[in-house]
């Protein structure tokens, strides 16, 4: 356990702290907000391709639920055919079900790696934080966690939390899309539901973890929209 804890300081905690330290000194204005959401931007580039391919997977998914549907319903009394066939569709389409998954599970080290900065930076050591900085990148002294020198980003935000819920909640209507389902498909009530669960589920999450994770969830989330959005005007029909 030692030697991965290392592996994951080594390899994403610090280059994202240190990138974060460059950002803040070098910005004009000095303003952590800023700094945020340039690591933000950055980071959301670096993971657009492995976004690209979940997304695009997604879709895919999407389409075939009509014949899978179908499937249901002809086999509903034989759980193996239904097995089988389901299979054989999804090598008839070229379409694996996991094939979402592998992207979003590549993103979750930088994820963690990033809220483990914002909290470190809450409540730093300074001490501790010389031991994590290259030497190229120089000590900032007192960090002034404020964005546009009003919202103190080392303190829970109520504001924040609801504009993260809003923008999850427009996020996720754009990833649904216009699907054609029938009102008394599971599948349908689920998401409809988790249409508005994630949205609370996001205001009562970051209001927890405080505006300095707000501040990066409503950024991501932007690039996120805007990254749907151009993906399903590319891959619409």
């Known amino acids: 356990m030692n030697v991965l804890t290392q592996f994951f300081n080594i390899v994403f905690y610090q280059p994202l702290l240190n990138a974060l330290i460059l950002l803040y000194h070098y910005l004009p204005g000095k303003d952590f907000g800023v700094a945020i959401l340039v690591l933000t931007v950055i980071v959301r580039l670096i993971l657009h ?3 690209v391919k979940a997304i695009k997977s997604q879709k895919a998914l999407s389409s075939l639920q009509p014949k899978l549907q179908e499937l249901q319903k002809k086999y509903k009394n034989d759980q193996e055919k239904l097995a089988r066939a389901t299979l054989e569709l999804y090598q008839k ?5 996991f094939s979402g998954c592998l992207p979003l599970l590549l993103q979750l080290p930088i994820l963690i790696a990033l809220y483990r900065v914002f909290f470190f930076l809450k409540d730093y050591n300074p001490e501790t934080l010389k031991t994590l900085l290259y030497n190229f990148v120089p000590y900032p002294g007192t960090i002034n966690l404020t964005f ?3 919202i103190n980003l080392a303190q829970p935000n ?3 939390a609801l504009i993260a819920g809003i923008l999850q909640y427009f996020q996720s209507k754009i990833s649904i899309g216009k699907q054609k389902t029938k009102k008394n498909d599971f599948s349908s ?3 409809s539901q988790m249409l508005y669960f994630f949205p609370v589920f996001t205001v009562l999450i970051v209001w927890k973890l405080g505006a300095i994770i707000g501040l990066y969830w409503i950024f991501s989330t932007l690039f996120s929209i805007g990254e749907q959005y151009l993906i399903n005007k590319k891959y619409g029909k």
Do not use: R
């Open 49 to 51: 391709p492995s976004s």
């Open 189 to 191: 009530m689920i998401q």
């Open 93 to 97: 389409e070229k379409i694996s079900p």
């Open 158 to 160: 109520f504001f924040l």
């Open 148 to 150: 546009l020198g009003t």
